[in-house]
């Protein structure tokens, strides 16, 4: 069941934006909209900029509005000919309150101090405080303004009026479309509808699920499967996770417990080739069709499909990748051990 946000949700949705913009009709009744980076502090929502237009909001009721495509569903996804299905599945929200400048330096500052972190989160700057000289020019010419937001309205639209079956349709065509974002847009949509089946396409053998894409958690448990893998020797798990977090296609296989069994990953210039590393099974679940079935769907991933050539190397498993029609091509130059590199050659045309 999808609900709208609450206030909570809609508070952290809007401060989590790249951007949000800001609307409100200033005291010489000419409407403003402007587009603004925005942040938390202690429960309001900041923003920073020169005093220009917005400076006729101050004091005036303002509206804050954010949004988030999940995914621009073609007419085609639901009818053969008619174009009106078209639709757009997003979550948008606003609040609303008075938009008050900040004349205190040090409230300015930690104002500032929440939208650098916010928007510069790998630092690399000297701490923001009202105090220190290499920030009193810039605090004292900044406009800082908070809104502390005394309604809210939000918008979810993710299929919450279709049947499950419908839903499912709408996961499994996002697979075949396979645009950027469209297997995010999967996994969004099926935490939404915990009732849809699961797409075809990503059902595993002994009813394992197999999920399309990774995120720090499963990257730090794709890590830990990947513990003592003879290519991965002195490689400490946080980088081997990293490496799995920039894969450009990753696959892996839950069990009914949730968790993560079997992974593999792929770099991909999704045109000319694509590469396949860190394919593992968990001891338990080796031998009962798992591995084939991690491969055979990163090989139809969307960052994968469309390469014309998926290259790999292995040590011992060659006969594995044999089956998909990978070929031996010799010696993988600059391996550790005796690995050999396989080719899997496909027609352009695809
Ligand atoms: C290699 C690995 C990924 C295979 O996964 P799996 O789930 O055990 O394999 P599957 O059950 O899907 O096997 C499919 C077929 O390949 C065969 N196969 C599996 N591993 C093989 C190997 N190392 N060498 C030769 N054939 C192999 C199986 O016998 C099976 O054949 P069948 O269909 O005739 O019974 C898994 O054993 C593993 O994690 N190994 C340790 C890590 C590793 O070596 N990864 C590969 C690095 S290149």
Redesign the pocket.
């Known amino acids: 069941m999808i609900h709208p946000l609450t206030d909570a949700d809609a508070l952290r949705f809007l401060a989590e934006r790249s951007v949000v913009h800001l609307a409100g009709v200033g005291a010489d009744g000419v409407a403003v909209m402007r587009p603004l980076h925005t942040a938390l502090l202690d429960g309001d929502l900041v923003f920073h900029g020169a005093d220009g237009a917005k400076g006729s909001l101050a004091g005036q009721t303002v509206s804050v509005a954010g949004h988030e495509v999940v995914a621009n569903l073609p007419s085609w996804f639901f009818h053969p000919t008619r174009a009106c299905p078209a639709t757009t599945w997003y979550v948008a929200a606003e609040a609303r309150g008075v938009l008050r400048p900040v004349e205190a330096l040090a409230e300015k500052a930690r104002a500032l101090a929440a939208l650098t972190a916010r928007h510069q989160p790998e630092g690399g700057y000297a701490p923001i405080t009202g105090d220190d000289p290499r920030y009193r020019a810039a605090l004292e010419r900044l406009a800082v303004w908070r809104l502390t937001p005394t309604t809210y309205r939000s918008r979810v639209k993710l299929g919450q009026h279709l049947p499950a079956a419908r839903v499912a349709d709408v996961m499994h065509n996002l697979w075949r479309r396979g645009d950027p974002g469209d297997v995010e847009a999967i996994k969004r949509i099926h935490a939404a509808h915990a009732d849809a089946p699961w797409p075809e396409a990503l059902r595993g ?1 002994h009813g394992l699920r197999l999920l399309p894409a990774v995120d720090a958690p499963r990257a730090a448990e794709a890590a830990r ?2 513990e003592g ?3 991965l020797r002195g490689q400490p798990p946080d980088r081997v996770a990293a490496a799995q977090r920039s894969a450009t296609a990753w696959v892996g296989a839950v069990d009914a417990a949730g968790a993560l069994v ?1 992974c ?1 990953r792929a770099l991909s210039d999704r045109v000319r080739v694509a590469w ?1 590393y ?6 338990s ?11 055979r769907t990163l090989l139809d991933h969307p960052a994968v499909r469309s390469a014309s050539a998926v290259r ?10 044999e ?1 998909f029609g990978f070929e031996a091509l010799g010696r993988l130059p600059g391996s550790v051990g005796p ?1 050999v590199e396989m080719r899997l050659s496909r027609s352009l045309e695809r």
């Open positions: 053998p499967l990947l893998a003879y290519w079997a593999a396949i860190d394919v593992v099974v968990a001891p679940w080796r031998g009962r069709g798992v591995g084939a079935a991690v491969v790999l190397g292995t040590v011992d498993a060659a006969p594995f990748y089956r690995a």
